[in-house]
C-alpha cells in the first residue's frame, strides 16, 4: 500500500473565529441525521428530521458570520510582501466565487436598457414591467413540489445555496429577473415581440431565412389551442429564442471586465451601465460558504505570485499583447456551439470566462518563457509520454470516498473535511492491517450522494472523465498543486491501494485495477495533433513551473 500525506496548503489555517460553536453543530446535525434514518415511529422521524433542518439553517446562519470575518482579511493579503488593492481582490473574488452572478447582471442591464427604450418612447407603460413576489412564488412552486417529494425532510434553500450558490433572497431575485425577461422581450404571441427580440432571431438564422423564420412563429401561435387558450410556443423553442436574444444582445454590446481595464472600482460595464465592486461582493457573498472564499482568495494571490515572476522575467504581456492574442486564439471557437466561454467554464472548470481568461494571459506570458524550447523534438516527446491522453487511452479505477461535503444538502460542513479525513484514516488502518480489504471496504461504503450511480466503481475512463469523476480540473491542479487523476492515469502501480489522497471535495482511498495503452501513434508532424499537443505542453510546463514558484512565493 502506498500511503499518501496532504499537500501543504498555501495559506497557514485562518483564525478559528467561531469554528468550536459551528463544529459543534455541525456534529449534532450528523448525529440527528444519522438517528432519523433508524427512528421507527413515524413522528419521531419527522420530528428529527425538523431539527436537522433547524440546526442546518443555524449553521448557515454562523457560515454567513464567518465569511463576513474572512471577508476582512482581503484587506491585508501581501504576496512576497506586496500589499494588494483591497479593490482589486475584492473584485476578482466576485469574478471567482460569483461568477454566474456577474453573467446574470449582464442580463439584467439588458432588461433595464430596453425597458427603458420601449417606457420613453411610449410603446409600454411602466406598470407593465412590475413583477411581484406572489408572481415569483407561482413561478417557484412547482419546483419547490418536486423538491420536496423526491428529497423529504431536505432543506431545498440549502440545496439551493449549495448548486447555485445563492441565498434565497438572491435565488428569488434571478427568477424575478426571468419572468421580467420574458416580459421584456417574449410579451404575448410573436406579433408582439419588440423588434429588438425579432433582429436578434434573424442574425441567429440565415439572413435570408430570418423574415420567414419570425413569420412561422407568428402563424403558430395564431387562433386558440384545443382547450380555447391562446396558442403557445413549445417551452424548448421559446428557450431556443431565449439564447438568440442573449447572443444578439451580447454582440451589439460594448461589455467589458477587468481584463479590459476597468479601473479597480467597478465589476462589470456594459454600454453605459456599471456595477460597483463594493455592491457587486455585498450582493455576492450572502449565497458564499467559507470555503468558496477562501478558494477565491487563493486564487488572487497565486495570480499575483505567477504575475511578479512573468514580470520580473520580462514576460508578462502587456494589455494590448493580451488582447490582440486572445481575440486571434478565441476566434476560431466562437463561430461554433463550443465558444471559449462553453470550453473554459464546462470542461476546464473555471468559475467563469473572466477567471479563465486572467489565468489565459499568465500561460500566454509563460509560452514566451520557454519559446525556444517549443519545438518538434519536444512536443513529440510529450506526446509520446502522454499518448494514453492524446489517443485514447482508458484507466480502470476504483475509489473509497470521504465527503467535506453533507450528503443531505451537498453544503460545504465546518470542520467536513477534517472529519473526512479521520474516517479516511481510520479505514486505510484497517486495510493495512487486514482487518478489511479494499473490495470489503469498498462494499461497505455508503458515503455516496444519492445520484451517484457508480458508487465507487468508475469503470474504464479516458484522463478528462477520470477529472470529472474526481472532481477535478484545470482549474484547481493549480491550486492543489498536483492531480490525482492524472497520477493514476499515468503513474500508479496497478493493484495497489493508495491513500488517503486529499482530493478537491472529499478524502480518498484509491485503487488501479487496469489500463489500456494509447490506440494509435501521435505525430506532431500532423498540424491537428501539433495543436493539441503544443497546447498541452505549454499547459503542463506552466502548471510544473508554478508550482515552484509558489513554493518559494511569501504569503501573508
Same mark, same amino acid.
Given at each position: ?39 421507527? $415511529? ?24 464567518? /465569511? ?45 436598457? !430596453? ?8 410603446? =409600454?407603460?411602466? !406598470? ?17 413540489? !418536486?423538491?420536496?417529494? %423526491?428529497?423529504?425532510? /431536505?432543506?431545498?434553500?440549502? /440545496? ?14 434571478? =427568477? ?13 404571441? $410573436? ?14 438564422? *440565415? ?8 413569420? *412561422? ?82 486564487? /488572487? ?69 520557454? %519559446? ?13 509520454? =502522454? ?17 467535506? =461535503? ?46 451517484? !450511480? ?103
Amino acid at each position: 500500500m502506498v500511503k499518501s500525506g496532504s499537500t501543504a496548503k498555501l495559506f497557514a489555517p485562518f483564525p478559528p473565529i467561531g469554528i468550536s460553536i459551528m463544529y459543534r453543530a455541525s456534529v449534532v446535525v450528523a448525529a440527528l441525521a444519522a438517528a432519523s434514518a433508524f427512528a421507527l $415511529p413515524e413522528l419521531a422521524a419527522q420530528n428529527a428530521q425538523e431539527q436537522v433542518k433547524q440546526l442546518e439553517q443555524e449553521v448557515g446562519k454562523l457560515n454567513d458570520q464567518l /465569511v463576513d470575518e474572512r471577508s476582512k482579511l482581503m484587506r491585508t493579503i501581501k504576496v512576497n510582501g506586496k500589499q494588494l488593492d483591497p479593490l482589486v481582490v475584492m473584485r476578482e473574488c466576485v469574478y471567482l466565487a460569483g461568477g454566474k452572478l456577474v453573467e446574470a447582471k449582464v442580463a439584467n442591464f439588458f432588461i433595464l436598457e !430596453e425597458i427603458m427604450k420601449q417606457v420613453n418612447t411610449g410603446q =409600454r407603460k411602466a !406598470e407593465e414591467f412590475v413583477v411581484t413576489e406572489e408572481e415569483v412564488m407561482q413561478n417557484l412552486a412547482p419546483m419547490q413540489k !418536486e423538491f420536496t417529494t %423526491k428529497n423529504p425532510g /431536505v432543506d431545498f434553500w440549502e /440545496v439551493v445555496r449549495t448548486q447555485y450558490g445563492l441565498s434565497q433572497e438572491t435565488f428569488m431575485e434571478q =427568477r424575478k429577473e426571468s419572468i421580467l425577461f420574458d416580459r421584456v422581450f417574449f410579451p404575448g404571441s $410573436p406579433k408582439d415581440w419588440p423588434e429588438i427580440t425579432k433582429e436578434a432571431i434573424k442574425a441567429q438564422t *440565415q439572413s435570408e431565412q430570418g423574415p420567414e423564420f419570425i413569420s *412561422q412563429l407568428e402563424k403558430a401561435t395564431e387562433g386558440v389551442d384545443e382547450d380555447g387558450n391562446p396558442k403557445q410556443l413549445p417551452e424548448f423553442w421559446v428557450n431556443m429564442m431565449r439564447q438568440f436574444v442573449q447572443k444578439g444582445l451580447r454582440s451589439w454590446s460594448d461589455i467589458r471586465y477587468a481584463s479590459h481595464g476597468l479601473p479597480a472600482e467597478t465589476v462589470l460595464r456594459v454600454n453605459d451601465l456599471e456595477w460597483g465592486t463594493e455592491e457587486a461582493f455585498d450582493f455576492v457573498k450572502k449565497g458564499l460558504f467559507v470555503h468558496d472564499l477562501e478558494r477565491a482568495m487563493q486564487e /488572487v494571490a497565486v495570480r499575483e505570485a505567477l504575475r511578479q515572476e512573468l514580470v520580473a522575467k520580462g514576460v508578462y504581456i502587456s494589455d494590448e499583447e493580451f488582447t490582440n492574442r486572445y481575440d486571434e486564439y478565441r476566434e476560431p471557437y466562437d463561430s461554433t456551439p463550443f465558444t471559449v466561454e462553453v470550453i473554459a467554464t464546462r470542461f476546464k472548470g473555471y468559475p467563469c470566462l473572466e477567471a479563465f481568461r486572467a489565468r489565459w494571459r499568465l500561460i500566454s506570458s509563460y509560452s514566451d518563457l520557454i %519559446k525556444d524550447e517549443i519545438n518538434d523534438e519536444n512536443l513529440q516527446a510529450h506526446a509520446d509520454k =502522454r499518448a494514453a491522453f492524446f489517443a485514447d487511452g482508458q484507466c480502470d479505477i476504483s475509489i473509497i470516498p470521504f465527503q467535506g =461535503r453533507s450528503q443531505r444538502t451537498g453544503a460545504w460542513t465546518p470542520g467536513g473535511m477534517e472529519e473526512a479525513k479521520t474516517r479516511c484514516d481510520e479505514v486505510f488502518a484497517k486495510l493495512e492491517s487486514g482487518e478489511l480489504t479494499f473490495d470489503k471496504a469498498l462494499e461497505q461504503h455508503t458515503e455516496f450522494f444519492a445520484n451517484d !450511480e457508480k458508487r465507487g466503481v468508475l469503470g474504464m475512463l479516458p484522463l478528462n472523465q477520470l477529472r470529472q469523476q474526481l472532481r477535478e480540473n484545470e482549474f484547481t491542479q493549480l491550486l492543489d498543486g498536483y492531480s490525482i487523476a492524472e497520477h493514476l492515469f499515468f503513474e500508479a502501480e496497478v493493484g495497489k491501494t493508495l491513500g488517503p489522497i486529499q482530493g478537491p471535495e472529499s478524502w480518498l482511498i484509491c485503487r488501479v485495477n487496469s489500463r489500456t495503452p494509447a490506440r494509435r501513434k501521435i505525430s506532431v508532424k500532423v498540424e491537428r495533433e501539433r495543436e493539441l499537443v503544443r497546447e498541452d505542453y505549454i499547459t503542463y510546463r506552466f502548471l510544473e513551473w508554478a508550482n515552484g514558484v509558489i513554493a518559494k512565493a511569501k504569503f501573508e
